[in-house]
């Protein structure tokens, strides 16, 4: 069958094929195939999978800008998470609404402003809707938010918590989520701990490890675990 061209792709297509690669960190590359599912989404009417494909967009900022540190990233992060709730807003899609306040949260802790990005994932929290395993990566990013502010007791429980539902509904969700959300808690803790508890740390730091090369898919966190691990040399 012939292939299709990118202008008869589907919003679905499209996003599909933006999200496949942003997986495989390449990222320039997905922004063109993300910000064209946005257009065709709104073209069919699909808000609901527009707001998806700005989170993937939002994503896909956020990971340039952790790898360059050019603010202008950081900011362009910002608007795609403020028009995700903004559209979930104005067409009443509430079940849309706790992954874009995640999202905002998401954005404020790059710009370190840890208070604000509490109250978006609280908010999160209150009306997410979804599989407990995703609450839990929910849970542990406000975990983290709270250790970064100097609540690093309640922050670590919260982290733990997070991983603990994280792990309780492993089995209702692809293999490959819950190894991102593991590995993602792993690696944090590694390096929240590293200073204030370095033994426990490397105990973290290997478990994300280990879990990053249990999946072949894992191609961004297998780099960021690596970054993070020449820290601890």
Do not use: C
Not at 40 to 47: F, I, R
Not at 76 to 91: G, H, P, T
Not at 115 to 127: M, S
């Amino acid at each position: 069958m012939q292939e299709k061209k990118i202008e008869e792709l589907s919003g679905q297509e499209l996003h599909s094929k933006g999200g496949q690669l942003r997986e495989e960190d390449k990222h320039l590359e997905a922004l063109q195939y993300l910000t064209l599912a946005v257009v065709a989404y709104q073209k069919e009417g699909n808000y609901r999978g527009l707001i998806d494909a700005l989170k993937d967009r939002t994503l896909t900022w956020k990971h340039l800008f952790l790898t360059s540190n050019d603010k202008a990233y950081a900011i362009l992060a910002q608007k795609d998470a403020e028009a995700m709730l903004s559209i979930s807003q104005e067409y009443h899609l509430e079940d849309k609404l706790d992954t874009s306040y995640f999202r905002l949260g998401e954005v404020a802790m790059l710009f370190e402003d840890y208070p604000t990005a509490i109250n978006f994932y609280q908010k999160a929290l209150v009306v997410y809707q979804g599989p407990i395993s995703e609450k839990g990566d929910f849970r542990y990013h406000l975990g983290e938010a709270q250790y970064r502010n100097g609540q690093k007791e309640e922050g670590k429980s919260t982290i733990l918590a997070g991983l603990a539902e994280i792990q309780q509904g492993a089995s209702e969700l692809d293999p490959f989520l819950i190894h991102v959300w593991e590995s993602g808690v792993h690696m944090r803790l590694a390096e929240l701990l590293r200073e204030d508890n370095p033994f426990e740390a490397k105990k973290h730091l290997k478990l994300a490890q280990e879990i990053a090369a249990s999946d072949e898919k894992l191609v961004i966190r297998r780099r960021q675990i690596g970054e993070l691990a020449k820290t601890f040399e």
